[in-house]
């Protein structure tokens, strides 16, 4: 695909996107409150009822942790972005798939666009909320340039696996008649195993280990970590190569079930 | 009173049937809130590693207040969810006077028709992990503390479909995607955590004009530390204070639909 072409479907999701004014920013500033307001009560009440300092391996203060938190919630904005609804289980199920099989493009680096407009509302969140909350909470960051670039880095590749993993989660819909459940279990299990619910660093030792090899590290705790610096170049670069291995994983996953969803495809829709 | 019984099992026979008809969407429902009650599972077993106490409760004390919550979620899934989702799209796209039309109340109609068949297995399987709560806590509890328990986490899901409602009614003059449902959705993340943890003012505001501590904490709450007419009083004014505010806004919701399409 031309990247003048890749471009105009990127800004034209943005633009979709941003269309409804009120419903976005009051959705935006609810949700990042609340659920900044849960953590705060939960771990200030972990902290308290257990009398403890440092929670967890490495070990985190309760400033610490609402800090990692704040940026969990702040990069999982440009991970996670929001709702796709251009998604591709619906071409599938609506036999919308057709026009784009006609289009003089290829379907999946069109969907990627639309994947990466669709994250624009949360750059803007990122940067706002990010700005707000610092400076409203007076918190503790030592974030250097370096820390901030690999952390950048981290992200594009998470966003990109989570792309691919969806991919792979809505192609299902060539065989099966809805995957809403599979994709919001998805999130269920990376909100867990990635770090969003819970710091990785409060699990068990063992348990930790074998997160280190899974996918789902890759989408929170790491670029996270590596932004608040708690993981030096040596890591990322372990991360970054485990992040890409795990691209290569489910992209290849991805095409396989492209190449064999196409060839039952009927374009009737359902 | 027969009438609506009778119609309402007939929404259940379309309902079983209709399941049937997407198995594999049937299997990956109850798949996904298996996962869902894993994770809160794990979520409270990991933070019970590093504290005795969460909110004052201790961990066999936050497992029925989690099992509580599932069946509180699996009871709002099964009965009204599907019917709330549908809702904002009805009232967009000008569908809703198939409705309004109908000799029986729209709003009975309208948010239970749908009855999640895939979800009621869930909500079987939310009962069990309660009774295994339940069964597990060190103390028994009289069998008339347990009847009250129960009937406080089904007026908690009545609670909790109507405050989903109150947030959804405004689609009739916000013409936006769904109302501030989303926003319901982000404040009820509130009440998956015990409500002992909240202190001042936000406490306050869970235990009265957002009253998601009802759905299942308060409830739980009710359990451990003995029911109370003071404690029955408060949730019962809570419960039909919100029905009937939910009751009156959709009538004056009704009233302003204009029937056209955005």
């Known amino acids: ?270 | 009173m027969w009438r609506y019984l009778r119609l309402y099992l007939a929404f259940l026979r379309f309902s079983f049937s209709r399941a049937m008809e997407f198995r594999v969407d049937f299997f990956f429902r109850i798949g996904m809130d298996t996962v869902w009650y894993a994770i809160h599972l794990t979520f409270f077993t990991v933070l019970f590693l590093h504290t005795g106490f969460l909110g004052g409760w201790d961990f066999d004390q936050c497992l029925i207040f989690a099992a509580s919550l599932f069946v509180a979620d699996a009871l709002q899934m099964t009965v009204f969810s599907n019917n709330m989702w549908w809702l904002p799209i009805y009232v967009n796209k000008g569908d809703l006077d198939y409705y309004l039309v109908r000799p029986v109340s729209s709003l009975f109609f309208l948010s239970v028709r749908d009855f999640a068949a895939n979800s009621f297995l869930n909500l079987l399987m939310a009962i069990g992990i309660l009774v295994w709560a339940l069964v597990r806590y060190p103390e028994p509890f009289a069998a008339g503390t347990i009847v009250v328990f129960v009937l406080l986490l089904l007026a908690g899901a009545l609670l909790s479909y109507a405050v989903q409602m109150i947030f959804i009614i405004p689609v009739f003059w916000l013409q936006s995607r769904a109302g501030l449902r989303e926003i319901s959705w982000s404040f009820s993340r509130f009440g998956s955590r015990p409500h002992g943890i909240y202190t001042g003012w936000v406490r306050r505001v869970l235990l009265s004009i957002l009253p998601y501590a009802f759905v299942a904490s308060y409830p739980v709450h009710m359990l451990l530390d003995g029911v109370t007419g003071t404690r029955l009083l408060h949730t019962f004014a809570i419960v039909s204070g919100a029905m009937t505010f939910m009751i009156w806004f959709w009538g004056r919701a009704v009233r302003s639909y204009a029937s056209a399409s955005s």
């Open chain 1, 1 to 270: 695909m031309k990247p003048r072409l890749f471009w105009q479907i990127l800004s034209l999701e943005v633009r979709t996107r941003m269309s409804y004014r009120v419903d976005f920013w009051l959705n935006a500033v609810a949700g990042f409150l609340v659920e900044l307001a849960v953590v705060w009560f939960l771990w200030q009440a972990v902290f308290q009822e257990s009398g403890r300092e440092v929670i967890g391996d490495p070990p985190r203060t309760f400033e610490s942790t609402v800090v990692y938190y704040l940026c969990v919630i702040l990069i999982g904005k440009l991970v996670r972005g929001q709702d796709w609804e251009a998604a591709i289980s619906q071409d599938i199920y609506t036999g919308g798939l057709n026009r784009y099989l006609l289009f003089p493009a290829h379907y999946l680096p069109f969907k990627y666009a639309q994947r990466l407009g669709a994250l624009g509302p949360g750059v803007l969140q990122f940067v706002l909320f990010g700005a707000v909350a610092y400076l409203w909470l007076g918190l503790d960051m030592h974030v250097t340039f370096a820390g901030a670039a690999m952390a950048l880095s981290c992200v594009v590749v998470a966003s990109f696996l989570y792309f691919v993993v969806d991919l792979v989660i809505h192609l299902i819909a060539f065989w099966a008649d809805n995957v809403w459940s599979l994709d919001v279990g998805k999130w269920f299990l990376i909100s867990i195993l990635g770090g969003y619910m819970l710091p990785l660093s409060v699990f068990p030792e063992g348990v930790q280990r074998v997160l280190e090899v899974l996918p789902f590290r890759v989408f929170f705790d790491l670029p996270v970590r590596v932004f608040l610096g708690e993981l030096g170049p040596l890591e990322w670069a372990r991360g970054m190569g485990l992040a890409l291995g795990w691209c290569a994983v489910f992209a290849a996953l991805g095409r396989l079930l492209w190449w064999r969803g196409r060839l039952q495809y009927t374009g009737i829709g359902i």
